[in-house]
């Protein structure tokens, strides 16, 4: 078994809406409350990197899965988003949605095509964050597998 330590550096100076600094690795940023909250904006949050986390595991992980089915591709580009609620003064972190395009060479097959889409949705069930966060948080996912030059319109 392999265990991975990742540590992260926070300071937070002031109140509620004051700004802090985060460090992890490759990762230094100001930190605050978003607007859409009453924060001041500056830097990131935590909603957006919780949605950064899933989107980036998944993409990084469907690439991977690609890769080793040998599924050569043309691009991977994708779209997410975020929905929390805020029900009596309570935020609740709802849903996330990803919307993967991938396009193949255009040389793929009708197997490739098929596999390619099967992987798309196992590479959200088997993304470490998409597990993570499971039974909490809803995951949807809206994926677009098409051929180089066959794509829809």
């Not at 600094?21 to 500056?42: H, K, Q, V, W």
């Not at 003064?89 to 040389?107: C, N, Q």
Request: contains cysteine; glycine residues 8%; proline residues 4%.
């Amino acid at each position: 078994m392999a265990e991975h330590l990742f540590k992260l550096k926070a300071d937070w100076p002031g109140l509620r809406n004051d700004v802090g600094t985060i460090e992890a690795g490759n990762l230094m940023t100001e930190i605050s409350i978003p607007p859409e909250m009453d924060g001041p904006g500056i830097g990131t949050n935590p909603d957006e990197m919780l949605l950064g986390a899933a989107a980036t595991c998944y993409i990084i992980t469907l690439a991977a899965m690609l890769e080793r089915a040998g599924i050569r591709k043309e691009s991977l580009r994708m779209v997410s988003e975020a929905i929390v609620d805020v029900t009596n003064g309570v935020f609740t972190y709802k849903r996330i949605t990803h919307r993967p395009e991938l396009v193949l060479k255009s040389d793929a097959d009708e197997r490739s095509l098929g596999r390619a889409k099967r992987l798309a949705v196992k590479a959200e069930e088997t993304c470490m964050i998409s597990r993570a966060v499971r039974g909490n948080v809803e995951i949807r996912l809206e994926e677009n597998v098409t051929v180089h030059g066959q794509e829809a319109e």
